[in-house]
């Protein structure tokens, strides 16, 4: 009995799925349930999954395998998913795995049949500060490296003409010129489950991807001054 969950992007979503993480054609997905707040995840990450478990009839002490979108993403946002998903993970004695959270959009645009298996991808989502985080997948989930944050202009120009999905593609298309996917835009844990069950080689720890500082720092010593 496995948990997704994912706050990695405006979506506060989680999903339970009755396989397991790693053995492909086990189970079935039993519910999901995304909210769109990005700005309230730790608000509404719980109780989602609070819901989403009642709606499977799924104790938590039930749970086996507890899945996390490990980004990239805003700092805070992707923090509160992470930190739920270890929390949850230790205290029901469930094996904790992560998963890039571009893999799942990847996943659902190739899923959903809106591109397929063997046409290059581009995922690119909203990293603020009018940057993107982005991956680019040749043909299935397999990613052709890690993912890599940058202003859209600036990707090379092959990339930005391919087919694109994520909230990238709404934002700046000037830059990505490729086929724009309206769905997906944002992670559904919904495919993220399946994706940690059936494609074992995306599995990973769950060291969060954040790709560059966080916009708050702590401030360092001041300095001392010579007069």
């Known amino acids: 009995m496995l948990l997704a969950l ?31 707040d990005a700005r309230a995840a730790g608000e509404q990450l719980a109780p989602v999954v609070e819901r989403v478990l009642a709606a499977a009839g799924v104790a938590p002490a039930e749970l086996t395998d507890v899945v996390t979108g490990t980004g990239p993403g805003p700092f805070t946002g992707l923090r509160v998913g992470i930190v739920t998903a270890r929390v949850l993970a230790l205290t029901v004695g469930a094996r904790l795995h992560g998963v890039c959270s571009l893999d799942a959009l990847a996943a659902a645009a190739r899923g959903d049949g809106a591109v397929d298996e ?79 069950v059936e494609h074992p080689g995306c599995l990973t720890d769950t060291e969060p991807l954040y790709l560059r500082r966080p916009d708050s720092q702590v401030p360092s010593a001041r300095k001392r001054v010579l007069l």
């Open 6 to 36: 994912d706050s990695s992007t405006a979506a506060v979503t989680a999903a339970v799925h009755s396989g397991s993480a790693g053995e492909p054609g086990s189970g079935e997905l039993l519910a999901a349930e995304t909210v769109l």
């Open 118 to 196: 063997a046409s290059p991808l581009l995922v690119a989502t909203d990293a603020r500060r009018r940057e993107v985080y982005w991956a680019v997948y040749s043909h299935g989930v397999e990613r052709d490296g890690p993912p890599q944050v940058a202003a859209a202009a600036d990707l090379p120009a092959p990339v930005r003409g391919l087919t694109v999905v994520g909230a990238g593609a709404r934002l700046y298309p000037e830059a990505l010129t490729g086929e724009h996917l309206s769905v997906p835009e944002d992670v559904d844990a919904a495919h993220l489950a399946r994706l940690a």
